[in-house]
């Protein structure tokens, strides 16, 4: 195995600057549909060839990466843990080797250990894409969720993003901090006591904590909410059946937002536990433009690492 001096796949927001964000931002708005249409099929990444390889359960991110690549031309075959060799007993980095002796231009990753594409991109030539390690970062959800807010008209600085749940466990919580606060907006994590560590407001001065709920989504741009990830904990540390009462967003608080407020949700979704239907079906809810902007993000990122970093001018509209 190889030492690998740099990687030149996307393992985390942290390793992006402001520029290179903007820049995804902008490329993606270019792969958008318009209108009715569905996303357009072209021809940019045609011969390249890559693998999703899932170890944790995935809707969202494993069919957009999916479409993504072949959206571009490119060849996609995924796999999940359950039907690989993991479960014979293969090491992690002997599945990576044995991928990569298949000559794949890019793996793309989802795992439930914290940093395991890092330390697996050490040893790898082929660039890794993470999609979600642990509970610590999961770049393109942060990236589409910055697009959907740059669409519903607002600017990424400046604002008051509010992200009320499960923020221990989340890395969605944590590629969004790392995302927000490198264009000088606001963020308040909220959730019970035992959800919400104070470590991540050493990411940036302008990261708060609280309890209160009321508190946070008062005059907020945009509610993040997310689901309570029961399966990362071995017990719950708070009362499980009272937690909609007092971190479940409901119609009332939106009042208590701006008017024109922005409500995201990472998804999978559980009504009537983190956020009510009707929030969730409202005029004000952003979630299904997030699932639909996960495949314009995620081709630019693949562009990005598959071309590499330069100026694109084809397939500008
Ligand atoms: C999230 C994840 O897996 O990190 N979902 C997603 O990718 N859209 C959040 C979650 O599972 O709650």
Request: proline share 4%; charged share 25%.
């Given at each position: 195995m190889r030492q690998r001096s740099s990687g030149s796949g996307?393992l985390?927001?942290?390793?992006?600057?402001?520029?290179?964000?903007?820049?995804?931002?902008?490329?993606?708005?270019?792969?958008?549909?318009?209108?009715?249409?569905?996303?357009?099929?072209?021809?940019?990444?045609?011969?390249?060839?890559?693998v999703?390889l899932?170890?944790?359960?995935?809707?969202?991110?494993?069919?957009?990466?999916?479409?993504?690549?072949?959206?571009?031309?490119?060849?996609?075959?995924?796999?999940?843990?359950?039907?690989?060799?993991?479960?014979?007993?293969e090491s992690l980095v002997d599945t990576l080797n044995t991928l990569a002796a298949m000559r794949p231009?890019a793996i793309?990753m989802?795992?439930?250990?914290?940093g395991a594409p890092h330390f697996l991109q050490r040893y790898l030539d082929t660039p890794i894409?993470?999609?979600?390690?642990?509970?610590?970062?999961?770049?393109?959800?942060?990236?589409?969720?910055?697009?959907?807010?740059?669409?519903?008209?607002?600017?990424?600085?400046?604002?008051?993003?509010?992200?009320?749940?499960?923020?221990?466990?989340?890395?969605?919580?944590?590629?969004?901090?790392?995302?927000?606060?490198?264009?000088?907006?606001?963020?308040?994590?909220?959730?019970?006591?035992?959800?919400?560590?104070?470590?991540?407001?050493?990411?940036?001065?302008?990261?708060?904590?609280?309890?209160?709920?009321?508190?946070?989504?008062?005059?907020?741009?945009?509610?993040?909410?997310?689901?309570?990830?029961?399966?990362?904990?071995?017990?719950?540390?708070?009362?499980?059946?009272?937690?909609?009462?007092?971190?479940?967003?409901?119609?009332?608080?939106?009042?208590?937002?701006?008017?024109?407020?922005?409500?995201?949700?990472?998804?999978?979704?559980?009504?009537?536990?983190?956020?009510?239907?009707?929030?969730?079906?409202?005029?004000?809810?952003?979630?299904?433009?997030?699932?639909?902007?996960?495949?314009?993000?995620?081709?630019?990122?693949?562009?990005?690492?598959?071309?590499?970093?330069?100026?694109?001018?084809?397939?500008?509209?």
């Amino acid at each position: 195995m190889r030492q690998r001096s740099s990687g030149s796949g996307l393992l985390g927001i942290e390793d992006l600057t402001r520029d290179e964000i903007q820049s995804i931002l902008d490329r993606a708005r270019d792969f958008q549909p318009r209108g009715d249409e569905t996303f357009r099929r072209l021809e940019l990444l045609r011969g390249k060839m890559v693998v999703n390889l899932f170890f944790e359960a995935s809707t969202r991110t494993r069919t957009s990466f999916e479409i993504a690549a072949r959206r571009l031309g490119a060849d996609a075959v995924s796999i999940t843990a359950q039907a690989s060799s993991v479960t014979k007993g293969e090491s992690l980095v002997d599945t990576l080797n044995t991928l990569a002796a298949m000559r794949p231009d890019a793996i793309i990753m989802r795992h439930a250990s914290s940093g395991a594409p890092h330390f697996l991109q050490r040893y790898l030539d082929t660039p890794i894409i993470n999609a979600g390690d642990g509970t610590h970062e999961h770049p393109t959800q942060a990236l589409l969720d910055a697009r959907t807010i740059l669409d519903r008209g607002a600017r990424l600085e400046n604002l008051k993003v509010v992200i009320i749940g499960d923020i221990a466990h989340s890395r969605v919580a944590r590629s969004n901090v790392y995302l927000l606060s490198r264009f000088g907006s606001r963020i308040v994590l909220c959730g019970p006591a035992s959800l919400l560590p104070r470590e991540l407001t050493q990411i940036a001065p302008g990261v708060t904590l609280t309890n209160d709920m009321d508190e946070a989504i008062r005059d907020a741009d945009v509610i993040m909410m997310l689901r309570v990830q029961l399966e990362r904990q071995h017990e719950a540390s708070f009362p499980v059946n009272e937690y909609f009462q007092f971190y479940g967003l409901r119609l009332e608080h939106l009042r208590l937002a701006k008017p024109d407020v922005i409500v995201m949700h990472p998804g999978p979704i559980n009504r009537g536990r983190e956020i009510s239907s009707e929030v969730a079906d409202s005029q004000r809810s952003a979630i299904l433009n997030q699932v639909e902007n996960g495949i314009a993000v995620r081709m630019a990122v693949l562009e990005r690492v598959l071309l590499g970093a330069r100026e694109h001018a084809v397939a500008n509209h």
